[in-house]
C-alpha cells in the first residue's frame, strides 16, 4: 500500500531535489546562501510543529523527522541553519504570552527566521551566560560559545541562568547591538557555511516582553534531557545520503541496520513519554552514530583517492558526520559514547 506523501516532505523533497543536493559542495565551501534562506523561509518547513491558529502547519512528529532527514541529506548545513528555528517556536507555543503573540505568527509563516543560543546551559551549575533582574527587564553578561546562522537569521532565542537559579530565554534581534558582540564566523572543520559564532554579552538589556520563557534550572533541564538522549534524524539522513554513494552490496546490510536503528529510535520517540526509556533512547542514539560511521566511512573508501577532494560527497558526508557525533552532545551522552566506542571489538 503506498500512502500519498505529507506535503511539507513533498516539499522538502523537491527544494533538497531542485536546489539545496545540487549546490551542497560549493555551498559547504562558502556559506549558505541567502536564497537558500529565502526558499526555506517561503517552503512552509519554518512552521512544521507551529499551531495552525498562527499560521503554522501542526505537523505531527514523523512529519518533522522526515523533512529532517531529507534536508540534512541534502545539505548539512542548510538543515542545521534552518533546524535551530524549532527550538524557539516550541518555547514559544508554551511561553510567556506577549513574546508568543509578537513573534509566533511570523515564524510560523517563515517571516522571520530565529536562531537560538542555548547550549551553554548544559553546563550548570557553571554558568558561563548570568541574567540578573535591572530596571525592569534583565541584564545578560557572558559567552555564548556556539551560535549559528550569524547574519542568515533575523531573531536570536538567548538564554542565561539569574542569580536565583532559574534558566531564562528571551529573544532579541540577531545584530550587534548595545552589549551583545559577535566573533567573526568561525572556520571549522565542517559546517563552516552554516556561520557560526560566539557572542559576548556585556550587559546586554532586554526588557520583560522578551522573555519567552522562565522556570526552575532542574524543571528546564528534566524537559531538556530526552532531547540531548535522542538518535537525530539528520544521523539517518547523512547515513541514508552515504549508503547513495555506494553499490548494492555493501549498501544493503548497511541499509538493513540502518532502517533497524531508525525504527526502534522513532517507534520509542513516538510511543513512550519523553522521560522514558532513557537508557534505551541514548544506546539507540550511539547505534545510530555506528551505522552513520561505517556508512560515510565506505563512502570514502569507495571513492578511493578522488573522495580526499573538496568538492568530493563522500568527505563532505565524512565531515557532516564528524559534527553529528558532537551536536547537543553533553556530560552524559559523552560518557556514554566514549564507553561504547572503547568496547568496540577488534
Ligand atoms: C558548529 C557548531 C555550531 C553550534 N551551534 C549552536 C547554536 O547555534 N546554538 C546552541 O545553543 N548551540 C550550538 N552548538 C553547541 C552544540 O550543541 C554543542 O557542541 C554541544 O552541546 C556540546 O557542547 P560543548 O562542545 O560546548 O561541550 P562539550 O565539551 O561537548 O561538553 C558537554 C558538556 O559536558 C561538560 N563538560 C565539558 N568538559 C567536561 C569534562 N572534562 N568533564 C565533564 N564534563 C565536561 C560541559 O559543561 C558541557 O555541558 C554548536 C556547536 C557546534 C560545534
Sequence with gaps: MTTTPHPLVTRARQLA?????????????????TGHIAAIKRSGLLGIGAPEAYGGSAAPASVARETAEILSGACCSTWFVQTQHHTPVATLVKGAP??????????????LLSGVAYAHLRAYPRTPVRVVRERGGWRFDGTVPWYTGWGLNDVMLLAGVTDTGEALFAFTEAREQPGL?????MRLAALTAARTVSLE?????????????????????????????????????????????????????LRTRLAEVRHRAYTLA????????????????????????????AALVSGGGRSMALNSKAQRLAREAMFLLLQGQTAESRRAHLSALARIPD
Excluded: C, I, N
Design 17 to 33: 531535489d531542485d536546489l539545496l543536493a545540487p549546490h551542497a559542495e560549493t555551498v559547504d565551501q562558502s556559506e549558505v546562501p
Design 98 to 111: 506577549p513574546a508568543r503573540e509578537r513573534l509566533l505568527g511570523p515564524m510560523a509563516r517563515g517571516e
Design 181 to 185: 558582540r559577535a566573533s567573526p564566523p
Design 201 to 253: 554579552l556585556d550587559g546586554l538589556w532586554l526588557p520583560e516582553e522578551a522573555v519567552a520563557l522562565r522556570a526552575p534550572y532542574e524543571r528546564w533541564a528534566a524537559e531538556d534531557r530526552p532531547k540531548t538522549v535522542t538518535a537525530s534524524p539528520a544521523v539517518f539522513g547523512v547515513t541514508e545520503a552515504a549508503l547513495g554513494l555506494l553499490d548494492d552490496d555493501t549498501a544493503g546490510p
Design 270 to 297: 513516538d510511543e513512550a513519554a519523553p522521560h522514558e526509556h532513557l537508557d534505551e533512547r541514548l544506546a539507540l542514539r550511539l547505534r545510530s552514530y555506528e551505522v552513520m560511521r561505517a556508512a560515510t566511512t
